[in-house]
């Protein structure tokens, strides 16, 4: 069974920083590639940022200059740098394995943006 855990969500300030985590397994890890979606309440899910196996990074524009993902084959770890966050940033964020048509979900991690 495909496990991907995510932590480091939680409530921050405007203009604050989070660093998202997500560990899966090391066959996985090696020829998935890694993403994070978010979804809002009310609202559909949607593309945070992605990550190839070779560490291509693309990135939503709404967080282009703000964001940073990365991945760590020593800790089969992907991890999302979140800076300068903003309320409309606040969503439950799920890590993804993607390949070819297969796709794994986290269970979710909490992100609330508000002073």
């Known amino acids: 069974q495909v496990q991907l855990v995510e932590s480091g969500g939680g409530l921050v300030q405007p203009g604050g920083s989070l660093r998202l985590s997500c560990a899966t397994s090391?066959?996985?890890?090696?020829?998935?590639?890694m993403g994070w979606y978010r979804q809002a309440a009310g609202k559909q899910r949607e593309l945070v940022a992605t990550i190839t196996t070779f560490g291509t990074p693309n990135y939503a524009d709404s967080v282009k200059g703000r964001f940073t993902i990365s991945r760590d084959y020593a800790k089969n770890t992907v991890y999302l740098q979140m800076n300068n966050l903003k309320p409309e940033d606040t969503a439950v964020y799920y890590c993804n394995a993607h390949r070819m048509t297969t796709d794994y979900w986290g269970q979710g991690t909490q992100v609330t943006v508000s002073s």
């Open positions: 090391r066959s996985i890890f090696s020829i998935y590639a």
